[in-house]
């Protein structure tokens, strides 16, 4: 009989600390589950931080400077370090996304984790993403935000790296001449309006993103 209470007092402890140990994990992968899908969120349009963008450096493709590409390709000659401390401007941005990767799609295989920019200047090329990281990565330490906007499209998805102006005037860099857009667009929805009829392809349903939530690993 001693031995029969002596071990159910210890089973019903053993099964009390099972039962609450397995809540506290519970518990603590239901909050870190949570707070993973908060951080994946879309954002509102209105939550997109400014930044002070000068005259003339965030100009369309076809009013790109001769000077500007010089330098671009010269310095796109060194290390991505080198690109990232040297390029400045949105215009610097766009040249390297538009005419030194090669938009090939070659990185489809990768996982958003496994992109960075310094795979992708050693790359040279890639797709939607390459480009979106490129612009975010050069633009990091020149006040930009890391934001990605995510449209749908009838084939295939599309991503571009997204900025606001000091006016609340939205632009985009991207991988493709189309994606290139100066901040001139009072919304999201206009800029993407602007994207599909520059490139031809009907987007819709944008989305906007913190790029590290997507691209982990963008600016090593």
Same mark, same amino acid.
């Given at each position: ?30 909050i870190h589950h949570i707070g ?8 509102? %349009? ?5 930044? +002070?963008? #000068?005259?003339?450096?965030? !100009?369309?493709?076809? *009013?790109?400077?001769?000077? &500007? ?75 930009? %935000? ?5 449209? +749908?499209? #009838?084939?295939?998805?599309? !991503?571009?790296?997204? *900025?606001?102006?000091?006016? &609340? ?45 997507v691209f982990p690993n963008y600016?090593?």
């Amino acid at each position: 009989m001693k031995i029969k209470k002596f071990v159910h007092k210890h089973l019903f402890k053993t099964v009390a600390l099972v039962t609450w140990t397995a809540s506290a994990l519970l518990w603590n992968y239901n909050i870190h589950h949570i707070g993973t899908l908060i951080r994946h969120l879309p954002i509102n %349009q209105k939550k997109v931080v400014c930044v +002070d963008v #000068e005259p003339g450096t965030a !100009v369309m493709p076809q *009013y790109y400077s001769e000077k &500007s590409i010089e330098r671009v390709y010269r310095i796109s000659k060194g290390s991505a370090k080198m690109v990232m401390d040297s390029l400045k401007t949105p215009e610097e941005a766009s040249i390297y996304c538009t005419y030194i990767l090669n938009a090939d799609g070659s990185d489809s295989l990768l996982d958003n984790e496994d992109l960075s920019f310094s795979l992708i200047h050693q790359r040279k090329s890639g797709s939607c993403r390459s480009g979106t990281i490129a612009a975010a990565a050069i633009l990091k330490d020149n006040g930009f %935000q890391p934001y990605c906007l995510n449209m +749908d499209g #009838e084939q295939f998805g599309h !991503v571009v790296f997204l *900025y606001r102006d000091q006016d &609340s005037l939205f632009g985009s860099v991207g991988i493709n001449q189309s994606d290139i857009r100066s901040p001139l667009e009072k919304s999201v929805n206009d800029l993407v309006a602007g994207i599909s009829y520059s490139s031809g392809h009907r987007y819709t349903n944008p989305k906007i993103r913190v790029i590290p939530t997507v691209f982990p690993n963008y600016d090593k």
